[in-house]
Antibody
Framework: QVQLVESGGGVVLPGSSLRLSCAAS????????MHWVRQTPGRGLDWVAL????????YYADSVRGRFIVSRDSPRNTLYLQMNNLRAEDTALYFC???????????????????WGKGTPVTVSS | QSVLTQPPSVSGAPGQRITISCTGS?????????VHWYQQHPGRVPKLLIF???YRPSGVPERFSGSKSGTSASLAISGLQAEDEADYYC???????????FGGGTKLTVL
């Protein structure tokens, strides 16, 4: 079955960098776009970034654009999130998720998060 | 403040039917983008409940249904059960933001 395992989270100072990884298994990683989503403790979900199946296209939330970079290594079945110039408001549990879209005739076809990892926590604090 | 607006909380008695609304605008739900719904139990990972406005992934009970009209979408849960107590989130795409957007989440309490 689909398995997504995030790693790389930790406690860092404001202005620091961190790279998260997401190891994928149970599906053909190179055939699927992938999301990063975060959740602040006790609060809601916040979409962070999407990378296309082939890595050619990247999309970011306004709050992280210019500071975060999403990438993938398909031979290694691994997704990454390079987070630079971290701020206190980036403190959250970071999930990776496999992207899929509805293929029915009456669907528009925008992505959803079909499968989720358990997340890796990031704390930015002085 | 979330792009998609959900009520913070709803409640219902076992066996009842409840609905959770998700209100957007002309750049997301009103632009006909699909709405998706997730269920998250405390301390657990979000789980896909509804995709493409109304489609259920395999394994999701028929008690859960989704609909969309204009700039709003709704999740309905019939025959409410204690295990349905969880947080529920809607998600879509916004053409102005050029990315996915979530609702703020709704906490369902089964009385």
């Amino acid at each position: 079955q689909v398995q997504l395992v995030e790693s790389g989270g930790g406690v860092v100072l404001p202005g620091s960098s961190l790279r998260l990884s997401c190891a994928a298994s149970g599906f053909t990683f190179g055939s699927y776009a992938m999301h990063w989503v975060r959740q602040t403790p006790g609060r809601g979900l916040d979409w962070v970034a999407l990378i296309s199946y082939d890595g050619d296209d990247e999309y970011y939330a306004d709050s992280v654009r210019g500071r975060f970079i999403v990438s993938r290594d398909s031979p290694r079945n691994t997704l990454y999130l390079q987070m630079n110039n971290l701020r206190a408001e980036d403190t959250a549990l970071y999930f990776c998720a496999r992207a899929r879209y509805c293929t029915s005739d009456d669907c528009y076809g925008n992505f959803y998060m079909a499968d989720w990892g358990k997340g890796t926590p990031v704390t930015v604090s002085s | 403040q979330s792009v998609l607006t959900q009520p913070p909380s709803v409640s219902g008695a076992p066996g009842q039917r409840i609905t959770i609304s998700c209100t957007g605008s002309s750049s997301n739900i009103g632009a006909h983008y699909d709405v998706h719904w997730y269920q998250q139990h405390p301390g657990r990972v979000p789980k896909l409940l509804i995709f493409g406005d109304k489609y259920r992934p395999s394994g999701v009970p028929e008690r859960f249904s989704g609909s969309k009209s204009g700039t709003s979408a709704s999740l309905a849960i019939s025959g409410l059960q204690a295990e349905d107590e969880a947080d529920y989130y809607c998600q879509s795409y916004d053409s102005n933001l050029r990315g996915s957007v979530f609702g703020g989440g709704t906490k369902l309490t089964v009385l």
